[in-house]
């Protein structure tokens, strides 16, 4: 990393510690930690990593993993890692691991939103080594998890299946909102491989846990309803039903509480295409043109990928007066680099 482009993630980091409480200590801490001057670790160190993963992790969901992942990887290596090689009390040591754990993660899903699949497994794998040194079986199965949603993305169902099914073992007291999320992933991957009676079973198994921690849990989860209806969609659209996944997509959309960004620019696009299979030109430009409203703001190769997908799909139907339309603002709106 060249010295002026370390600076300048420098500078974006110290920019998101001033929005964490009591940032004057955060900041002091990091810029100890940078400078190798660390004696000793405590649990404020480690509830530092927690704030500061927290805070990239929301800069991710609304700007995307090509704007959030650097400044997570200088985290890592200028800070994080002097942290790890710090001498501490167990107790406290197993928690840094744990929060190190959880920001390797981030930023192996980060890098998955880049397109860049090899770093993103070398981030996993880390997180996977510092998950199980510190015991934290929740990011443990998380990180599995996620490994089986890149997997299944990039067309590796069989994988996929592994990595999930492994993911749901390694967690065999998981609450009831876990159980949904990874049970979720299953239906999914074995959705990808043809395996329907398996694909229904671990959705209604989804289903039912999903259930379970609504009534229990009040408070807005990270796997909520939505996300259940978005892999709803994506069973349905593997096994075949198209129709069906249409339909829970935008039921995704309208029980979404807090929509992310990138989230809403990825799901959106993904309508937009499906209802263009069916024959809904005039439903997909309109999805797609909340998409462009979004998508500026997104700095995600999946967000391009999709981009690219809009363009090449409306070429076919530039006679219509609604897509040429769409097709000339999206030309002057995704910028060339986006789609070489």
């Given at each position: 990393m060249d010295p002026s482009r370390r600076s300048v993630l420098g500078a974006g980091l110290f920019s998101v510690?001033?929005?964490?409480?009591n940032w004057p200590d955060v900041v002091g801490r990091m810029e100890a930690a940078q400078v190798g001057d660390v004696q000793a670790m405590g649990m404020t160190d480690v509830n530092t990593v927690i704030a500061m993963t927290e805070r990239i992790s929301e800069l991710d969901d609304q700007f995307g993993g090509r704007h959030a992942r650097p400044m997570a990887a200088a985290f890592l290596i200028n800070t994080v890692a002097v942290y790890l090689k710090t001498e501490a009390p167990e107790p406290v040591r197993k928690a840094m691991m744990s929060a190190a754990s959880d920001l390797c993660y981030?930023?192996?899903y980060m890098a998955v939103d880049e397109g860049l699949h090899n770093v993103a497994q070398q981030y996993y794998v880390k997180a996977l080594e510092l998950a199980g040194a510190a015991e934290d079986h929740l990011t443990y199965c998380t990180t599995l998890r996620g490994m089986s949603v890149q997997a299944v993305n990039l067309g590796h169902g069989q994988a996929a299946m592994r990595l999930a099914d492994a993911a749901a073992a390694a967690s065999p007291q998981a609450?009831?909102?876990?159980?949904?999320?990874?049970a979720g992933q299953q239906a999914h991957s074995a959705a990808k491989v043809g395996h329907r009676a398996e694909a229904?079973?671990?959705?209604?198994?989804?289903?039912?846990?999903?259930?379970q921690a609504e009534s229990q849990e009040k408070t807005f989860g990270s796997y909520d309803p939505a996300a259940l209806s978005y892999h709803t969609s994506e069973v349905r659209?593997?096994?075949g039903d198209l129709t069906g996944s249409i339909a829970a997509m935008q039921q995704a959309g309208?029980?979404?509480?807090?929509?992310?960004?990138?989230?809403?620019?990825?799901?959106?696009a993904l309508l937009a295409e499906r209802q263009l299979q069916v024959g809904h030109l005039e439903a997909a430009c309109?999805?797609?043109?909340?998409?462009?409203?979004?998508y500026p703001l997104v700095h995600s190769a999946r967000a391009d990928e999709r981009m690219h997908t809009m363009l090449t799909s409306l070429r076919p139907h530039l006679k219509n007066n609604t897509a040429r339309a769409l097709y000339e603002r999206a030309r002057t709106t995704v910028p060339h680099t986006a789609l070489a």
């Open positions: 510690a001033l929005t964490i409480p981030l930023t192996g609450g009831p909102r876990m159980r949904a999320f990874l229904l079973a671990r959705l209604r198994e989804a289903e039912v846990a999903m259930d659209y593997e096994l309208k029980l979404r509480h807090t929509v992310y960004r990138r989230t809403r620019v990825h799901h959106q309109a999805t797609w043109r909340s998409v462009l409203d979004d």
